[in-house]
């Protein structure tokens, strides 16, 4: 794919995208949740692909009649996944584009993860140096399924964002790059999922 012609800019998801992650998310959150009598079904897990862990326990918190630390129960469970982060594989159809795009273009990562986790998952990946720009959970106020990440993203790169094609696995960031007035690639195709 040489996306070069239609497109200024790539932004990448890091979680199911660049790495294949979400199994390992998953496991980490009901080792964690277990500890709280806190219900996550795997579906919904999926389904809430992109959300801020911190924010992912106050909804199910607030559904469950659970009362609960939410920032202390995200550390936690971010906690909970680095112990496995040797685990971590990247999602290579996905990293290959990165790859041959690397130096033609401005590249960024928007994730709705932590930055340290989304960090230290590229580095495992050896990933890191292929991205100008990197935007997690903390630097937005609002997160996917709205549009704030991937606009920040191209406001780091210069962009308009209409210029940028975003790279996604999951339908929360789809509609948030939809929101954004950009153009995306669901990366399960790619995949095969």
């Known amino acids: ?25 998953y496991i980490a959150w009901r080792r964690t949740l277990d500890r709280y009598g806190i219900a996550f079904a795997e579906d919904r897990f999926y389904e809430m692909g992109g959300v801020p862990s911190e924010k992912i326990i106050k909804i199910l918190c607030a559904e469950q009649g659970v009362t609960a630390d939410a920032k202390s129960i995200a550390a936690e469970k971010e906690g909970e996944f680095l112990l496995n982060l040797g ?27 932590i930055r340290s986790v989304v960090v230290d998952q590229l580095v495992k990946i050896e990933m890191r140096t292929y991205f100008d720009v990197i935007v997690a959970a903390e630097d937005t106020e609002r997160h996917k399924p709205e549009p704030d990440v991937f606009l920040e993203a191209a406001r780091r790169l210069m962009v308009e964002p209409a210029r940028c094609l975003v790279f996604e696995d999951t339908d929360i960031g789809i509609t948030a790059a939809r929101q954004a007035g950009m153009n995306f690639v669901d990366v399960r195709s790619l995949l095969g999922a």
């Not at 497109?7 to 979400?22: H, K, Q, R």
């Open 87 to 113: 685990d971590v594989r990247p999602n290579l159809p996905v990293c290959e584009i990165a790859r041959r795009h690397h130096g033609r273009m401005p590249m960024a990562v928007a994730s709705g993860g």
């Open 1 to 25: 794919m040489n996306f070069d012609q239609d497109y200024v800019a790539l932004i990448f998801d890091c979680d199911g995208t660049l790495t294949d992650s979400m199994p390992l998310h």
